[in-house]
Each structure stands twice: as C-alpha cells, then as structure tokens.
C-alpha cells in the first residue's frame, strides 16, 4: 500500500519501522518540526525524522496543518505535499499535531464502495473496522489506550498515574473528534506493578507496530469491519506537564508510588529536601503504618536499600533518585553524598 506517515516521538518510529520493513510504499513523511534538546539546547530531528532520513523518506514539518491558523503558508505546503503524494492511506502515530477536516476530506475513501456493516463490541483481542472506499483507506491512527479511556495526548502516562491494571493499542479510523474514531482493531496488554512510562510505552510501539500492519493488510482484503466507541467510560489523558511533577506527600503511599512510575522518564517526579530539588525516579509502596507523630513528607528510616518516607496512610520507599547536574543513582550511592536520617522531611507543595 502506498501510504503517507505521520508521527514524531519513538513510539511512532517503531510504528514506521514495521509498516516500512513489511515493505509498504511511504510517498510521504509529516513529523514536527526539530525541537531544542539536550545540555546545549541544539535542534534536534524527531525519531521518526531521523528514521525517514535514514531510508531516503522524503519529509515534511508543518508547524500546523489549519489553513486559517497561526502558519498558514505551512498549512498550504502540508496539502500540496499530502496531494502530491497519491497515498492510498495516511497512518498516524503520536504525531502532536490534530488533522484539520481538509486533511481526512482529501484521504477520505473514494465513492463507490458502501460501509460494510458494524461488528458487536466485545472481546480484549481484536475489534476489526474497515477501509470503505474503492481506492482509499482514510486515516489510521495508532492510539495507546483501550479507547475511549484515554483520549488525549498522554495515554500511557495518565494510564499508570491513575493505577489501571491495563491498557490496550487501538488502532482507530479517524474522524473530526478527538481521538473519537470508529475501532478498527484493539489489543489489551496488563501493566505490570513495575511498569514506567517507559517501560510499558517500548511494549506498546512494538504492538502497535504490528497490529498497524494487521489491519492495512485486511484493509486492503475489505475485510474489516467497525466498532463505534462505547458512550461509556470516557476519560481524557490531559497532556504532561512539568509543573505536575512535584510529590504530594500528603496523598496514599500507592497514588505516590504511581505517579513517580507514570513520570518516568519525562519529566521526572520532583521532591525538595532542604531546599535541593530532588528527581525521584523509582519509589514502591510499603503496607506499613509510619510513626503516629510522623506527618507526611518526612522520613522515617535511611538504610542503603531505601529511605522510607511518612505519607497519608503508610510509607512509600524511595530506590532511585538524582540530584541537580548529577546522574540517577540508587540510594545507597545518593547517601555517600548526602547526609540524610530520620526525621528529615521532605516539602509539601502549598
């Protein structure tokens, strides 16, 4: 199938790695534009750019794709390229930008196929949805969440800080909604107590990559079919930002230890110990009491293997953290540089 592209972080790379190996035709890449990153704040190319790059794609970055918004003449670019590219579908992933009308109008599905009939729901696996045209597809999005939890920009990060015990990969025929698309295909996958953002993102590219493949290949047989989203249970994964990052102390040891898992690796769940800014990378939750006079935020026990800190309705352990300018490191190691003991206490946002 010839396809156009449209993603940018690694998840999507992963996606555009499997849908090119399998040997489809990609006409036409649209990822962001390059972002300052890193010490030096150089530009730096998205995963999916440098992919593209790599295996001679040819690549556009659009700064917006609204013909009336704030970059019009990238608008116009974007759909001169979109028309030239002749795609059969376009297949989206984590791309950061929202598809206007005019962008699902031109890979509508060509007339002269009818929608074939709507399967029931049901069943964790695979819920099938189809291509209906004779010689387009639309837009296929690859959406990290068991739809319609989950809408939104950040699926895997509020999945983990809410404390669900799965997710899933929805592959969604896309519409003018947010993320509101017919089902095409979905696959649910159990969040393990350890999960990070990271850990459970790289399994979730992996399959996404190949259920995107799945369905372009009974897409082109016609023998998908879609599940409209359920009424019910819809949530939104409100974008990730930094100044979510610091710990509440007074909140349950569980809500705590989810929410550093859930900002791992970005941005980084924040704690102030006399007055040092403190990223706390890994914490677990212990079923015990802290002392009856010990308020929230303080420490209770130091020892190389952890340092136990008072919350609302029992104790969560810190494993890993970092201070400013240095690297992660395991608490024993933050100790041989920090003098901490019971009784210190960690800050409380106001």
């Not at 555009?16 to 010490?39: F, K, N, Y």
């Not at 530009?43 to 794609?57: E, F, P, R, T, W």
């Not at 983990?160 to 295909?185: C, F, N, R």
């Not at 399994?203 to 016609?222: I, N, P, V, W």
Request: some cysteine.
């Amino acid at each position: 199938m010839r396809l156009i592209f449209a993603g940018t972080p690694e998840f999507a790379r992963v996606a555009l790695e499997h849908i090119h190996r399998a040997g489809h035709e990609i006409a036409q890449v649209l990822t962001q534009p390059d972002r300052p990153a890193g010490r030096g704040m150089k530009l730096q190319a998205s995963s999916v750019k440098q992919y593209a790059i790599d295996h001679g794609m040819p690549v556009a970055q659009p700064r917006s794709l609204r013909l009336d918004g704030k970059y019009p003449q990238d608008a116009q670019t974007a759909k001169a390229v979109i028309e030239a590219a002749h795609a059969d579908a376009m297949v989206v992933a984590a791309y950061g930008l929202i598809l206007p009308q005019w962008v699902l109008d031109m890979m509508a599905a060509a007339p002269g196929r009818p929608k074939q009939g709507t399967a029931p729901s049901g069943g964790s696996a695979a819920h099938e949805v189809a291509s209906v045209g004779a010689h387009k597809f639309g837009c296929f999005n690859i959406h990290a969440s068991l739809l319609p939890r989950w809408r939104g920009a950040a699926p895997i990060h509020r999945a983990i800080e809410a404390g669900d015990k799965e997710t899933a990969v929805t592959i969604m025929q896309m519409d003018a909604g947010l993320d509101t698309g017919d089902m095409l295909m979905a696959h649910t996958v159990a969040i393990e107590a350890s999960d990070t953002t990271g850990s459970l993102q790289d399994r979730l590219a992996q399959l996404g990559g190949r259920l995107m493949l799945l369905a372009l290949e009974k897409a082109e047989a016609h023998a998908l079919k879609p599940v409209p989203q359920s009424a019910q249970g819809v949530t939104y994964a409100q974008k990730i930002e930094k100044s979510e990052a610091g710990i509440d102390w007074r909140q349950t040891a569980c809500q705590i230890a989810q929410k550093v898992r859930a900002f791992n690796p970005f941005p980084g769940a924040t704690a102030t110990l006399n007055g040092e800014i403190l990223k706390i990378w890994m914490a677990v939750p212990a079923p015990v009491p802290p002392p009856v006079d010990a308020r929230p935020g303080t420490v209770v026990m130091v020892d190389p293997q952890g340092m136990a800190v008072a919350t609302k309705d029992s104790v969560v352990v810190i494993t890993e953290l970092q201070r400013p300018g240095a690297r992660r490191m395991p608490v024993a190691d933050f100790l041989r540089g920090t003098a901490v003991h019971a009784g210190m206490a960690f800050e409380n946002p106001p």
